[in-house]
């Protein structure tokens, strides 16, 4: 077998694992790390657990889906971009594909269908997970005073304020906040020098074009890809902090879609395996569903790019000059800020999608008994989802 072909079929079994993974990588970013680390790292030898710890360091330090980013930076580190834009492929097209299916499928049954009476205790059941994604979320990041009061206004202001405005300005103001509450060690910071801005010129040339075309037309497509671009561009701290992004521009401000169905696709979200952000391949179609079933395809597809497409330029950005930023003070304090403030928009989720619960006794009981489950127990969350979906078909 001659080098190049040798080469090849080695590539060949690195994508197969890295599809092994996004098949079988239930849960968020942290539970993610984990699985990469006994996969690729332990089983497979293709990098160490230090290069592992250092570029999940440098994708939480990134807006964007940390566990693609960081799957999507080894692809980097083994094999420059075409192989990162192969393991990104791969990674993410089993959710993706998984949650277009079940908007295809929601669009074409009616939830109140007696065809998805077993559905009916996924709004509750979603809305349990995403209060113990905000003690999760609490726990990781919240260890100081101004932590605990960056969380608090983050959590009141989206919850008063629910403009579609407000998610990203709170989170500039947290890592300003941050940035001057933590500044004693700014004496010895050295600039960072730059000899490639190709990706982050075109990264900002994207978010700007696409603003230009959504204001201009108004046409739906243009919107979707805008604001979608604009969250995975901003978006610190995970899916569970783009949910409410999405839920406060999609279903409330814009109306694209009803509150009972994008609590649908975060129900589903919990028994599908990797990133959380497969969330814009549901919206996507269901946004276009007044176009018919290409129209939803073309939809699905739009929101899939849009989300993963800032996260990635950052990546292919940052990464050559990650030895620098990775003790660029200013950069660690502004983090911090922004992760306390992502806590703060999690707690405000969990409240804004309860709003369209009907309060009754067995959906209390599914969501007490969902968090119930989370908090005290190690079963996966698909059998969580599971459960919820047997309770909807014998109740």
Same mark, same amino acid.
């Given at each position: ?12 079994? /690195? ?30 030898? /293709? ?20 566990? =693609?980013? =960081? ?57 349990? !997970? ?48 941050? =940035? ?87 129900? @589903? ?26 129209? @939803? ?43 306390? =403030? ?8 969990? /409240?804004?999608? !309860? ?8 959906? @209390? ?31």
């Amino acid at each position: 077998m001659k080098k190049g072909q040798i080469k090849q079929f080695r590539i060949g079994i /690195y994508l197969l694992d890295i599809f092994l993974l996004a098949i079988t990588a239930f849960g968020g970013p942290q539970i993610h790390f984990v699985q990469i680390h006994k996969k690729l790292v332990r089983e497979r030898g /293709y990098l160490t657990e230090e290069e592992l710890k250092e570029l999940n360091s440098l994708c939480s330090m990134l807006p964007g889906p940390t566990s =693609t980013q =960081t799957i999507t930076a080894i692809g980097f580190k083994k094999g420059g971009p075409i192989l990162a834009f192969l393991t990104l492929a791969v990674w993410v097209f089993p959710a993706c594909a998984i949650m277009a299916c079940f908007a295809f499928i929601i669009n074409r049954l009616s939830l109140d269908s007696p065809r998805l009476t077993f559905l009916q205790y996924i709004q509750p059941m979603a809305v349990g !997970f995403i209060i113990y994604a905000a003690y999760k979320i609490k726990e990781l990041f919240i260890h100081r005073l101004h932590h605990w009061g960056l969380m608090a206004l983050a959590s009141i202001f989206a919850i008063f304020f629910p403009s579609p405005y407000i998610f990203p300005l709170l989170l500039i103001v947290g890592g300003l906040a941050s =940035t001057l509450f933590k500044r004693t060690n700014y004496a010895d910071v050295r600039p960072v020098k730059i000899e490639n801005w190709s990706n982050l010129l075109l990264f900002f040339t994207i978010f700007i074009c696409a603003a230009l075309l959504g204001g201009l037309t108004h046409q739906k497509i243009f919107l979707l890809f805008e604001n979608t671009y604009r969250y995975g561009s901003i978006v610190f701290g995970g899916g569970h902090v783009l949910i409410p992004m999405m839920y406060n521009q999609f279903v409330e401000f814009k109306q694209y879609i009803t509150a009972h169905e994008f609590l649908a696709g975060v129900g @589903m979200l919990q028994a599908v395996p990797g990133p959380v952000f497969s969330i814009s391949s549901y919206t996507g179609a269901l946004i276009l569903k007044d176009s018919g079933v290409w129209g @939803m395809l073309f939809g699905s597809t739009v929101g899939t790019i849009a989300i993963f497409l800032p996260g990635i330029l950052l990546i292919f950005f940052v990464y050559p000059i990650w030895n620098q930023i990775k003790v660029f003070s200013p950069v660690k304090n502004a983090i911090e800020g922004i992760n306390a =403030t992502s806590a703060g928009l999690v707690i405000a989720s969990a /409240y804004l999608l !309860f709003q369209p619960v009907e309060v009754n006794q067995m959906n @209390m009981l599914i969501l007490l008994g969902t968090l119930f489950l989370l908090l005290t127990t190690k079963i996966p969350s698909p059998i969580v989802v599971l459960l919820c979906i047997l309770a909807g078909v014998f109740l």
